[in-house]
């Protein structure tokens, strides 16, 4: 997962790499809470438009000062395009709008099979290959899925949110597979900066055909906001490309494993959204296949 090979052949667990991994595990999953704290109080669409916007703001003046230039190629522009309407309006659009009525451990859990998508897409469409062992995770992964998902629409969680939810993760599994290999040509700051600006426009535009202006203005709200907008925003993005640069995508992409539990359990710790028997079992196999198909990669990449 993270580790570093001596010159004798010998392998050495990378301890910053861990924690690095872990620490975006944790604030990845954390982010699906904030958002169900956010559009409590504010209009979803909104609220996701003008913390791009100041995102987008902080991420260029950020690479201005470390010299990044803003002036992309054509495939660079493509790829901040296809990035900024499919992850930032489709994926998290379409999850801030859900999660009016969806709790945040079921959207967290619904998004955690992103990884499971692409190597779904990748084995049917561009005939990848996957070793058994990520075909096991792979069957394990929706399974666990499903079996939340059937748990919780039997149990009155609202179906249409559930479906939004599904389109989102559908969506951000399109925007992983559009952008994959694409480089951002070293400034990756100022692409993360440019491509939140136009996450702002394009979700303005629901905003403002969609939305009135009507904020619950409080503490909690104003906590999440600044929250999500400097720690999954800005912050885990930090963590992901110097995670990458360290170890590779490959093993990095590991981490997502950690995503269904840490945002099962902090939605159950900080809005006190209630966990069954099958929401813990649904994570632990969930969690599971999304492990054995990353580590699949990971095996294949090496091999």
């Given amino acids: 997962m993270a580790e570093n ?17 872990i620490g975006f595990g944790i604030m990845w999953a954390t982010a699906f809470t904030s958002a169900r704290v956010i559009v409590t109080y504010a209009p979803p669409f ?30 660079q522009w493509r790829g901040v395009v296809i990035f900024a309407v499919f992850q930032f309006g489709g994926y998290l659009g379409l999850n801030f709008y859900a999660m ?4 945040a451990s ?14 779904l897409a990748g084995w049917l469409l561009f005939r990848e290959r996957l070793p058994l062992l990520g075909v096991a995770g792979l069957v394990a ?7 939340i998902m059937g748990t919780r629409v039997s149990g009155g969680a609202d179906v249409f949110g559930v479906m939004l939810c599904l389109l989102a993760v559908v969506s951000l599994t399109v925007s992983t597979l559009a952008v994959r290999g694409a480089s951002s040509g070293g400034d990756y700051l100022m692409v993360v ?107 294949r990449a090496e091999g």
Avoid: C
């Fill in 46 to 75: 909104t609220a996701l438009s003008l913390r791009f916007l100041a995102g987008g703001l902080i991420g260029i003046a950020l690479a201005k000062a470390l010299g990044q230039s803003w002036h992309l190629n054509r495939g």
């Fill in 141 to 147: 992964g929706m399974t666990g899925v499903a079996l």
């Fill in 106 to 119: 079921l959207a967290a859990i619904i998004a955690s099979s992103m990884p499971l998508l692409v190597a």
């Fill in 5 to 21: 090979t001596t010159t004798d052949g010998v392998r050495l667990v990378d301890w910053p790499a861990l924690a690095a991994g």
């Fill in 100 to 103: 009016q009525t969806v709790e």
């Fill in 193 to 299: 900066g440019l491509q939140m600006m136009v996450g702002a426009a394009v979700l303005a535009v629901p905003a403002v055909t969609l939305e009135r202006w009507e904020v619950d203005w409080s503490w909690p709200l104003i906590a999440a906001f600044v929250y999500t907008l400097l720690v999954p925003g800005l912050l885990a993005t930090v963590t992901w490309v110097w995670l990458v640069n360290r170890i590779g995508a490959t093993r990095a992409a590991v981490f997502h494993f950690l995503t269904p539990f840490f945002g099962v359990a902090t939605a159950a710790l900080l809005l006190g959204e209630a966990i069954g028997t099958w929401d813990a079992l649904g994570v632990g196999v969930v969690a599971g296949g999304i492990l054995a198909v990353q580590l699949a990669k990971q095996k």
